[in-house]
């Protein structure tokens, strides 16, 4: 009879050790997944690249001669020559 209740107490044991486990590895999932969307970075001006138009973010962009803005290395070198 000894034995069983020492088996029963062990059950039980692992039994709660296992339930708060888990509960803790679903509270480390929860904390790890942002509760909402992320948004996207702050809008950043807007610029025209001088030789072909196309729109592109500022940072991006080339500086060329006489204040104009340039897509790529190669449209600022068309543009100069």
Known sequence: MKYLLVLF???VAIWLWRRNRREEMEE???AAKPSA???AG???EMVRCAHCGLHLPA???IAGPGGGVYCSIAHRQAAAG
């Open 37 to 39: 969307p992320r948004r």
């Open 28 to 30: 480390a999932a929860r």
């Open 9 to 11: 107490v062990v059950a």
């Open 42 to 44: 702050e809008p950043q």
């Open 59 to 61: 940072s991006d962009a």
